[in-house]
């Protein structure tokens, strides 16, 4: 089998490489690129995205087809495909960090700054915080609920059909924290980043 | 509900760390990786490498030092001491640092903070500042606390905040070695003052410090190095004293 973990220039993703292959170990082959064939022969693809919505955006569209090999990949063949931070936020089809930007538009919705309540809640949202599991879902299997997942944003999903929620996490409002439908799967928190927990989560992706 | 953090420090010197854990079972008691993978194995909520290098010549010590250690541990790294340039926060975050924190070359040049934010994120710049207090204001100081800036702390923060700085890394000078408890007035009176969250640091002798670095200085996180080390108390002894004292971590 084989994962892709997409290199576009979107910021670090050294920690994403090094928790992928902790947990592949040699049974399954990491590849790391922005190479269109080899993407359309994986098996598995993840979309990291650090930074702004705006630059994850256009990092995207810079390389020529990777938008939509992309979405060939996850909305034409339904191939499993993990959007992890700003890589869950561009499926929606708006962001309005910087400034308004057209995403990729695979699960309809928005991308609004985080509400702080006049200042009573700090931002970005950093730190450990628990998950609440709204449904079944292939990246949970084995992580309890209200499992304390590491995040850090300023920005927030807001899909419109409440459907492809799986987990949100208690904030300055509630947050959607984790989306999944038949094959594409995000989560706003970092699980490279969450201990044991998270790579348990890359685990249960590997093994879908 | 969002943990406060536990963050222990380690100072690394020529890729070895300074002070550390003392227990009989490390290999080798002078690796910043082995130090490193028992606090994240002991619930460190980050981890972060103080880079205290002199000299030039041995500063790629570190690159090699973080970049085993992103290998082994799989919570949030934070690197500082002697980040300079752009060029040094690229490196740092491809060996695999998640975060990187910028203390003498963001005042010198502030522009630093605002394009490598642009550059890499928020998420990934925390301002570090050393303060020290003169009459009713706090000054900082850099080149490891040795020049005084003569920058008022509380607008220097603003200031960072506006340029993109995701975390505030705030050590008292006046505590930083004393063991005496962090400068909760300091640490209120920046936490107040900016929108981003703050990491405490310096002063911390035992458990009630860290309670009150939360409780009194409003600091989303604290960082301590000397209390964790030569094992005086583990991280995991730290989260249970908190949650007793009605603060939420991560258990």
Same mark, same amino acid.
């Given at each position: 089998?084989?994962?892709?973990?997409?290199?576009?220039?979107?910021?670090?993703?050294?920690?994403?490489?090094?928790?992928?292959?902790?947990?592949?170990?040699?049974?399954?082959?990491?590849?790391?690129?922005?190479?269109?064939?080899?993407?359309? *022969?994986?098996?598995?693809?993840?979309?990291?995205?650090?930074?702004?919505?705006?630059?994850?955006?256009?990092?995207?569209?810079?390389?020529?087809?990777?938008?939509?090999?992309?979405?060939?990949?996850?909305?034409?063949?339904?191939?499993?495909?993990?959007?992890?931070?700003?890589?869950?936020?561009?499926?929606?089809?708006?962001?309005?960090?910087?400034?308004?930007?057209?995403?990729?538009?695979?699960?309809?919705?928005?991308? *609004?700054?985080?509400?702080?309540?006049?200042?009573?809640?700090?931002?970005?949202?950093?730190?450990?915080?628990?998950?609440?599991?709204?449904?079944?879902?292939?990246?949970?299997?084995?992580?309890?609920?209200?499992?304390?997942?590491?995040?850090?944003?300023?920005?927030?999903?807001?899909?419109?059909?409440?459907?492809?929620?799986?987990?949100?996490?208690?904030?300055?409002?509630?947050?959607?924290?984790?989306?999944?439908?038949?094959?594409?799967?995000?989560?706003?928190?970092?699980?490279?980043?969450?201990?044991?927990?998270?790579?348990?989560?890359?685990?249960?992706?590997?093994?879908? | 509900?969002?943990?406060?953090?536990?963050?222990?420090?380690?100072?690394?010197?020529?890729?070895?760390?300074?002070?550390?854990?003392?227990?009989?079972?490390?290999?080798?008691?002078?690796?910043?990786?082995?130090?490193?993978?028992?606090?994240?194995?002991?619930?460190?909520?980050?981890?972060?490498?103080?880079?205290?290098?002199?000299?030039?010549?041995?500063?790629?010590?570190?690159?090699?030092?973080?970049?085993?250690?992103?290998?082994?541990?799989?919570?949030?790294?934070?690197?500082?001491?002697?980040?300079?340039?752009?060029?040094?926060?690229?490196?740092?975050?491809?060996?695999?640092?998640?975060?990187?924190?910028?203390?003498?070359?963001?005042?010198?040049?502030?522009?630093?903070?605002?394009?490598?934010?642009?550059?890499?994120?928020?998420?990934?710049?925390?301002?570090?500042?050393?303060?020290?207090?003169?009459?009713?204001?706090?000054?900082?100081?850099?080149?490891?606390?040795?020049?005084?800036?003569?920058?008022?702390?509380?607008?220097?923060?603003?200031?960072?905040?506006?340029?993109?700085?995701?975390?505030?890394?705030?050590?008292?000078?006046?505590?930083?070695?004393?063991?005496?408890?962090?400068?909760?007035?300091?640490?209120?009176?920046?936490?107040?003052?900016?929108?981003?969250?703050?990491?405490?640091?310096?002063?911390?002798?035992?458990?009630?410090?860290?309670?009150?670095?939360?409780?009194?200085?409003?600091?989303?996180?604290?960082?301590?190095?000397?209390?964790?080390?030569?094992?005086?108390?583990?991280?995991?002894?730290?989260?249970?004293?908190?949650?007793?004292?009605?603060?939420?971590?991560?258990?």
């Amino acid at each position: 089998m084989k994962v892709t973990i997409v290199d576009y220039n979107s910021g670090n993703i050294s920690s994403v490489i090094n928790s992928f292959k902790e947990v592949a170990k040699d049974k399954v082959n990491i590849e790391v690129t922005a190479d269109l064939n080899k993407i359309k *022969s994986s098996d598995k693809v993840v979309l990291p995205g650090q930074g702004s919505f705006k630059s994850c955006v256009d990092a995207l569209n810079k390389i020529n087809g990777l938008t939509e090999t992309l979405t060939e990949f996850a909305i034409n063949n339904k191939k499993p495909l993990l959007g992890i931070c700003v890589g869950l936020q561009m499926f929606a089809d708006i962001g309005y960090e910087e400034t308004e930007t057209k995403g990729l538009g695979w699960i309809s919705g928005k991308v *609004s700054k985080i509400d702080n309540r006049n200042g009573k809640y700090k931002l970005p949202h950093i730190g450990w915080n628990q998950i609440n599991i709204v449904k079944q879902s292939k990246l949970f299997e084995n992580v309890e609920n209200n499992s304390h997942m590491y995040f850090v944003h300023s920005y927030e999903f807001i899909p419109e059909d409440k459907n492809v929620i799986s987990a949100t996490t208690d904030y300055s409002s509630n947050i959607v924290c984790s989306v999944e439908t038949e094959n594409i799967f995000g989560t706003q928190f970092h699980p490279e980043k969450s201990d044991k927990l998270g790579l348990k989560i890359i685990y249960n992706f590997i093994s879908i | 509900m969002l943990k406060n953090r536990i963050i222990p420090c380690l100072d690394v010197k020529n890729g070895r760390v300074v002070k550390g854990i003392n227990f009989v079972d490390l290999k080798d008691a002078g690796d910043p990786v082995e130090q490193a993978k028992i606090y994240s194995d002991g619930g460190a909520d980050e981890i972060c490498f103080l880079d205290i290098t002199a000299s030039n010549e041995n500063r790629d010590t570190i690159y090699d030092v973080v970049e085993r250690t992103s290998k082994k541990c799989f919570v949030p790294l934070t690197v500082g001491g002697g980040v300079r340039s752009i060029d040094d926060i690229n490196k740092l975050l491809n060996c695999g640092a998640d975060k990187v924190s910028i203390n003498t070359a963001a005042v010198e040049n502030p522009k630093v903070v605002l394009e490598s934010s642009k550059k890499f994120g928020s998420q990934c710049i925390v301002v570090a500042i050393d303060a020290k207090k003169n009459g009713d204001k706090w000054e900082i100081f850099t080149h490891g606390g040795r020049n005084n800036s003569g920058l008022d702390a509380l607008e220097y923060v603003k200031k960072m905040e506006d340029n993109g700085a995701g975390e505030l890394l705030v050590t008292s000078m006046d505590r930083d070695g004393t063991q005496i408890g962090y400068d909760v007035e300091l640490m209120s009176n920046i936490a107040s003052n900016v929108n981003i969250p703050l990491i405490a640091s310096g002063g911390v002798g035992n458990l009630d410090h860290l309670v009150d670095g939360i409780k009194l200085g409003n600091a989303s996180a604290v960082l301590a190095a000397s209390i964790f080390h030569y094992g005086k108390h583990s991280v995991q002894e730290a989260k249970e004293y908190l949650d007793s004292k009605g603060i939420p971590v991560r258990i």
